[in-house]
């Protein structure tokens, strides 16, 4: 969820754009001394930040005339942070950008353009779905960092106890989960209220919340309802959890599959090394990892997440070298390789997948489903259309407005965000 979900708007924070600030301060640059960069890392600051701040050393090592300002900015700020900044002074030189805000960004001129520069020099490695995600009006705004999807994760010694395989469709989803009531006593399946997650509803039954090449808000389209209307079924019946909406809910989830009170969820990768940390999986092979279960279409879709890295537009000639030059370093495929083995997260690049790395269940099992990934259109409005459903969503969920009027008022409120389109 930290990396597939728009973040929440909140007011810039004045010290962080005092001590981290980028492209219009000198830096200590002075004739002959080391240019200094600022980048701003939006990971986990526990989990993740660690493998960065070691291998910005590295690269500080490898390139005496460049010194990295490291500051982690937490994710749910980091989108409001950057936008204040950029529009104003402040802004670092280098950000690792949520895919859904690259094109945003982008369109307001806040990105440089990456094509034909020394930070896209690798630009074949990277898989080409990704690249074409950081992509807006035909130019390349950002690198590809990390990447991930949804995926069925299921406990395999609960799911063996009952006698079930990974269902291939929702319906299966339900009667596996009735199984495994009946035979573990434990729930089968915990699904989540958050748009980000019922994406793969809508993706299953070929339907979106828009049509972009339409220009066409398409929240409450028949086939948008049939799929919400099947994520929403997924709440009452025997072993399915009712749903959870409290501000804890995310956490709820999670605590409840890593140690064994729940079967199978939907979450990303990011989640790996938690998920080892569960009682649940101290041995990392009961983790089960499967597409997500298909709709009437018979296809299995979920979004593809993930962040890039992106330069500055603000910032002078003389950081803007030094920073695609870092931006190549940090998406190379060893910088990839030492990211997945320390933080159990998804290269980007197919020659970052080593032995070692696939090694990993947890990536190995990710990896498998990659292909049921569907990247976003290059709409820069397009992530933050999940707002208005995670408002009505955890509504329509607990009952107190019906799914009809929940997509209504979201497809309202989606009509203020993207005014060019119809209804």
């Keep these: 969820m930290r990396r597939g979900i728009a973040a929440t708007a909140l007011v810039a924070s004045l010290a962080l754009a005092a001590t981290a600030c980028g492209g ?9 001394g080391p ?3 600022t980048w701003w890392d939006t990971s986990n600051a526990t989990n993740e ?3 960065y701040q070691a291998l910005v050393k590295e690269f500080e090592a490898a390139n005496k005339g460049i010194k990295v300002n490291y500051v982690n900015v937490p994710f749910d700020q980091a989108q409001n942070k950057f936008d204040t900044a950029a529009g104003s002074k402040g802004a670092p030189d280098v950000l690792r950008s949520e895919v859904g805000w690259t094109p945003a960004f982008a369109k307001k001129g806040y990105f440089l353009p990456l ?4 930070a896209l020099k690798d630009q074949g ?6 690249i074409e995600q950081a992509k807006y009006e035909g130019k390349t705004y950002g690198v590809p960092f990390t990447t991930d999807t949804l995926a069925l994760v299921y ?8 006698g079930v395989e990974a269902p291939e469709t929702w319906d299966d989803l339900k009667k596996a989960a009735a199984t495994i009531k009946d035979k573990t006593g434990v729930d089968g399946y915990w699904g989540s209220t958050q748009a980000y997650y019922a994406q793969s509803f809508l993706y299953g039954e070929g339907a979106d919340t828009v049509d972009v090449d339409a220009k066409k808000i398409t929240v409450a389209s028949p086939e948008a309802k049939k799929a919400y209307g099947t994520w929403l ?10 749903a959870d909406t409290t501000a804890d809910a995310y956490a709820h989830i999670q605590d409840a599959f890593v140690n064994g009170k729940v079967a199978a969820i939907v979450q990303g990768p990011w989640e790996i090394t938690n998920f080892y940390k569960g009682a649940a999986f101290k041995d990392k092979k009961n983790l089960g990892i499967a597409p997500v279960p298909a709709g009437s279409t018979g296809k299995a879709g979920a979004p593809t997440g993930g962040h890039n890295l992106s330069v500055y537009a603000g910032s002078d000639e003389a950081k803007q070298k030094a920073a695609l030059k870092f931006v190549n370093f940090m998406t190379s495929a060893k910088a990839q390789e030492t990211i997945a083995l320390k933080n159990s997260t998804l290269p980007t690049r197919e020659d970052a997948y080593s032995v070692k790395v696939v090694a990993d269940p947890g990536i190995a099992g990710y990896q498998g489903v990659l292909s049921a990934a569907q990247p976003r259109p290059a709409l820069p409005e397009y992530s933050s259309l999940w707002g208005p459903l995670d408002e009505e969503l955890p509504k329509i969920a607990s009952g107190k407005v019906s799914l009809d009027k929940g997509l209504s008022n979201a497809e309202l409120a989606m009509a203020k965000l993207v005014p060019d389109f119809s209804k």
């Excluded at 219009?24 to 002959?32: E, F, M």
């Excluded at 079924?233 to 009712?242: A, E, M, N, V």
């Design 125 to 130: 490695k990277f898989q080409p779905s990704l």
């Design 24 to 32: 219009d301060s000198d830096s200590g640059d002075k004739a002959g």
């Design 155 to 162: 406990n395999k010694a609960l799911f063996e106890k009952a």
């Design 35 to 37: 240019v200094t960069l």
């Design 115 to 118: 094509d034909g520069t020394e």
């Design 233 to 242: 079924s997924l709440f009452d019946g025997k072993g399915l959890h009712k």
């Design 49 to 51: 930040a660690p493998t």
